[in-house]
């Protein structure tokens, strides 16, 4: 079955520490996005990739790191710089050119 | 910029009942528009989308028209179930960079039996 994977479904990690968000997916999509969901709120774009080696930050990039080496991977790091981490964290993907977005099933990070 | 509004939320209905979400967007061109719903817990799923002005989507019961000139794409479904409980987006991609989309703030629905 063709999706998007993202690991772990829950993570938790003590403030201070940088932790790495897996995002897989095997729709042979070009773009590939991150967002967080805060609870009770929408989706804000954190960074997207719309080809491999580029990528561009969106509306809350600050504190986040991303990479793309593979056309499959996206993973996203959420650095000690960002000040507030919890929060649910959605990645997508979707053939370019205006297509809809196929989401994972998110992972909820708990910074204490 | 290009922007979403939705209706505040959240919805209570009792199950049958007829269901309206409003969205309304802005944008300079002519966006692509769409509706996701999220269940508890989980991703965004797409529940249907209008590529152009005064298409209508839809799928399992839920419908929307865009419509260009009141700039909008109300979502409806004629009778709504216990499992239709989700929290629904309404979404635009901009035309001047079709890879990037807006999500409005999300509309949570719950159908009572």
């Known amino acids: 079955d063709g999706g998007i994977t993202q690991s772990p479904k829950y993570l938790f990690r003590k403030e201070g520490q940088n932790v790495t968000l897996s995002c897989e997916q095997n729709l042979n999509h070009d773009a590939m996005y991150w967002y967080r969901q805060d609870p009770g709120q929408g989706l804000r774009l954190i960074y997207y990739?719309?080809?491999?080696?580029?990528?561009q930050k969106g509306d809350i990039a600050e504190g986040y790191s991303v990479s793309r080496e593979k056309k499959e991977s996206f993973p996203l790091t959420v650095t000690s710089a960002q000040k507030n981490p919890t929060a649910f964290y959605l990645c997508?993907?979707?053939?370019?050119?205006?297509?809809?977005?196929?989401f994972g099933p998110g992972t909820r990070l708990t910074v204490t | 910029g290009d922007s979403v509004t939705q209706m505040e939320g959240p919805v209570t209905l009792s199950e049958e009942a007829f269901l309206t979400i409003n969205c309304t967007y802005t944008?300079?061109?002519?966006?692509?528009l769409f509706w996701y719903v999220q269940y508890p817990g989980e991703g965004l799923q797409l529940l249907l989308k209008?590529?152009?002005?005064?298409d209508k989507g839809s799928n399992k019961g839920f419908e929307a028209t865009y419509r260009k000139e009141t700039t909008s794409f109300h979502l409806e479904k004629g009778s709504v179930q216990v499992s239709d409980s989700a929290v629904y987006f309404c979404?635009?991609?901009?035309?001047?960079?079709?890879?990037?989309?807006?999500f409005g703030p999300g509309t949570s629905l719950s159908v009572i039996p």
């Open positions: 209008a590529t152009k002005a005064d």
């Open positions: 997508a993907s979707s053939r370019a050119g205006g297509w809809e977005q196929y």
């Open positions: 979404a635009l991609s901009e035309e001047t960079s079709y890879d990037k989309v807006i």
């Open positions: 944008a300079t061109g002519y966006p692509s």
């Open positions: 990739s719309q080809i491999v080696n580029d990528f």
